[in-house]
């Protein structure tokens, strides 16, 4: 299984940027995909989740209303569109993968992680 994230860069505040995360060696459809940052010095900290079908979207009360997960079956990748950036969005941002199905927030739920890309928000 890989998961391949790519759409990070460096950005002002206020701006935006879409992530993408293109999966293979999975039945993408079977699988809830959800989106994790890191900056540094913090741990590890959920963003969004979307479910296997994209019907169902959970997001972290940080991100409400800027950032938007979305997913293309046919393509087997997972997006994540953020609008209106702040430097705390400064972080790795990683995509996972979760076989249950669930839309959930816990990392543990997750089986299968991609390498992140950065994400730098300047002010």
């Known amino acids: 299984v890989q998961l391949q994230a790519s759409g990070g860069g460096l950005v002002q505040a206020g701006g935006s940027l879409r992530l993408s995360c293109a999966a293979s060696g999975l039945t993408f459809s079977r699988y809830a995909m959800g989106w994790f940052r890191q900056a540094p010095g913090k741990e590890r900290e959920f963003v969004a989740a979307i479910s296997w079908s994209g019907g169902g979207t959970y997001y972290a009360d940080s991100v409400k209303g800027r950032f938007t997960i979305s997913r293309d079956n046919t393509k087997n990748t997972v997006y994540l569109q953020m609008n209106s950036l702040k430097p705390e969005d400064t972080a790795v941002y990683s995509c996972?993968?979760?076989?249950?199905?669930?839309?959930?927030?816990?990392?543990?739920?997750?089986?299968?992680w991609g390498q992140g890309t950065q994400v730098t928000v300047s002010s």
């Open positions: 996972a993968a979760n076989r249950d199905g669930s839309v959930v927030d816990r990392s543990h739920e997750y089986d299968f």
